[in-house]
């Protein structure tokens, strides 16, 4: 094999792993950066734009920047204090509200069966005469039975006795 042969194989051989690399690396013009004269000049404009940049802002909201972590901690703080209202240790987590609620319900069925036991003004309900008589007197009514016939023509029965 002749030198010559020898050295067009080296080149065609160089060739090769320029390409591989080439297809790995990309195109510098395929660079979103200002710099485009290599990638060394790119990897050192996004460190600038890394060390100079104002991602931490924690005086306005915007969808470029972000709070630092002890302004997120001091509003999930806010917003936890906001959501207990006040709430003693013992109630402030739904879990304990939960075992609570799940635990002691007597003072719960209590309230329930309190509400359950109220005249209804929302909706038909069906009570019993010593229910329908305790109702009345609470708001000073009285019994349809009492009051008579509601469709009774008193115009009527005034002519009859006027002939």
């Not at 290599?38 to 060390?51: D, P, R």
């Not at 509200?97 to 007597?106: A, C, E, K, M, P």
């Amino acid at each position: 094999m002749s030198l010559q042969t020898r050295i067009e194989s080296l080149v065609l051989r160089i060739a090769q792993e320029f390409n591989t690399l080439n297809s790995k690396t990309g195109a510098l013009a395929s660079l979103t950066t200002t710099d485009k004269s290599s990638l060394v000049a790119a990897i050192n404009e996004l460190q600038a734009a890394v060390t100079n940049g104002t991602g931490i802002d924690d005086a306005n909201v915007a969808l470029t920047t972000t709070y630092s972590s002890s302004k997120i901690v001091s509003l999930l703080d806010t917003l936890k204090a906001e959501i207990l209202g006040g709430a003693d240790a013992a109630y402030d987590t739904l879990l304990e509200i939960q075992q609570l609620l799940q635990d002691g319900t007597t003072g719960l069925d209590a309230l329930l069966a309190a509400v359950n036991n109220r005249v209804r003004f929302d909706a038909p309900q069906t009570l019993t005469v010593p229910e329908q008589t305790q109702a009345r007197s609470n708001i000073g009514a009285v019994a349809t039975t009492d009051v008579g016939n509601t469709d009774t023509d008193f115009v009527a029965i005034f002519e009859a006795a006027l002939s």
